[in-house]
């Protein structure tokens, strides 16, 4: 399979934002165990990450065609982004959306996500590996 992993705001920061929440770990970290998951079941991980919502949704459409799959972490996006949840409708690419915290036990606003009804499942609260747990849903045979 080939994976497109997409990180929104400020997740470039990890390691060094709120390491009580996002734990200690890099984004190159993060990238570096997904593509390494990825390579260990035949199959490749690309990672991108923005603090920019256009080029979030740009990456969202040209993966139709290009990926089997969409992991997804639109960070502060998923409370109001109605944008990425069109461009996740519009491409025939299944995602699935995932949170390294427990956004349930976060800011009452943190709790709702407006992208979620365009993705297969959503996953919060098992830091890294979540993304882990998501990209097995698909190589599983999951839709």
């Known amino acids: 399979m080939k994976f497109l992993i997409i990180n929104g705001p400020n997740l470039n920061l990890l390691g060094r934002r709120e390491p009580g929440i996002y734990g200690s770990q890099s984004y190159e970290a993060l990238c570096a165990l997904i593509q390494d998951y990825a390579a260990a079941h035949r199959s490749t991980a690309d990672c991108f990450q923005s603090n920019h919502e256009g080029a979030i949704i740009d990456k969202i459409h040209a993966a139709d065609g290009v990926y089997d799959a969409i992991i997804i972490n639109p960070a502060a996006y ?58 097995d849903h698909f190589l599983e045979g999951g839709t």
Not at 80 to 86: G, H, M, Q, R
Not at 87 to 99: G, N, S, W
């Open 78 to 135: 998923t409370h109001y982004s109605y944008a990425i949840l069109d461009a996740l409708k519009a491409v025939d690419v299944p995602a699935y959306e995932v949170h390294i915290s427990r956004i349930d036990r976060r800011e009452p606003f943190r709790a709702v996500s407006v992208t979620a009804p365009a993705c297969v499942g959503q996953l919060y609260g098992h830091g890294f590996q979540g993304y882990l747990m998501a990209m």
